[in-house]
């Protein structure tokens, strides 16, 4: 199993912008999902934006228009650009691969980076 590994964390201000990556050399993005889910203290594991094989994307829609997921194959690498973050953001971001079905259920996925985390200020 391909190991994943995230990165880029930090704390911002609210407003401001973080890029997250997930490297995971061999994952197989031409075959496989990969998602980012997040976890804040208190609350379940919800996905964020999911990217499939064909390049389509998902986004929560308490994301849409300010997260955006993208993959550089030849770098094996899934980035996370968040943009205009708010406080409710805050939370341990996860990357998560080797989905059986590629949607927002947690359970699905066999394959879990280790987290970073994003704290956004106000």
């Known amino acids: 199993q391909v190991q994943l590994v995230e990165s880029g964390g930090g704390s911002v201000q609210a407003g401001g912008s973080l890029k997250l990556s997930c490297a995971g050399p061999?994952?197989?993005?031409?075959?496989?999902?990969l998602a980012w889910f997040r976890q804040a203290p208190g609350k379940e594991r919800e996905a964020v934006a999911i990217?499939?094989?064909?390049?389509?994307?998902y986004y929560a829609p308490s994301v849409t228009g300010r997260f955006t997921i993208s993959r550089v194959i030849a770098a094996s690498t899934v980035y996370l650009l968040m943009n205009a973050l708010e406080p409710e953001d805050t939370a341990i971001y996860y990357c998560?691969?080797?989905?059986?079905?590629?949607?927002?259920?947690?359970?699905?996925?066999?394959?879990w980076g280790q987290g970073t985390q994003v704290t956004v200020s106000s």
């Open positions: 990217i499939w094989p064909n390049g389509s994307t």
């Open positions: 061999g994952y197989s993005y031409s075959r496989k999902c």
């Open positions: 998560a691969g080797d989905s059986t079905a590629c949607g927002t259920w947690d359970g699905s996925y066999n394959n």
